[in-house]
């Protein structure tokens, strides 16, 4: 079901690919200090302004924005056997419950409320702005009959949390690191860093392929 709210929320969360939404505020990448040798930047040594020793919100790891269909699904069943909640309420809801690591986009609940409700486990409530879902009594029996299921969605996005802002942490140091060796590194040194860096990449891409 589409309503006039679907419309507008889809417009505030517009999917960003880096998995965060318009409204969400972005601020701007870390910049280095001032070029000893016209600056260092991914387009090669020596040219632009620094890397920064860190990111902004807007680089990041973990579930936000890629979550599995079936983890929407389960993590809306949970939501809905508390409360009843519109689209944009089950939107904020599952941020609160991940403690902001999860905010999936209106494109990943808005079809998977259509699914359930095709299911018989929701139902809508009210009209227009007022719209609101929650469970059918075939819903609140399959709760029931889920609970170890639902709340498991609720651990793994919590533990997939903590090791993304371990990942988010690590690259951040790197970047340090490498904005300080392309500022004071000599030409050897640049080199060595370079194709230890060509290395981890890839590693990181055989572990994607395996």
Partial sequence: MRTQEHHHEERRFHHDPRGLGDEEQREPRGRGRGPR?????????????????????????GPAGRAKKGDVRSAILSLLSQSSYNGYG??????????????PSPGSVYPALT??????LIVSVGEGRRTEFELTETGRNHVAEHQAEL??????????????QDLRLSVGKLMGAVHQI?????????????????????????????
């Fill in 182 to 210: 392309g500022l004071d590194g000599s030409e050897e040194q640049l080199r060595t860093v370079t194709a230890a860096l060509d290395e981890a990449r890839r590693t990181i891409y055989k572990l994607l392929s395996d």
């Fill in 151 to 164: 709340a498991a969605v609720w651990e793994e996005v919590n533990e997939e949390a903590g090791a993304a």
């Fill in 90 to 103: 089950l939107i904020k809801a599952i941020a609160v419950h991940s403690d902001g690591a999860w905010r």
């Fill in 37 to 61: 040798r016209g600056g260092f930047n991914p387009g090669g040594p020596h040219r632009g302004r620094g890397f920064g020793p860190g990111f902004g919100p807007g680089f990041g790891f």
């Fill in 115 to 120: 699914q359930l409700q095709s299911e018989g």
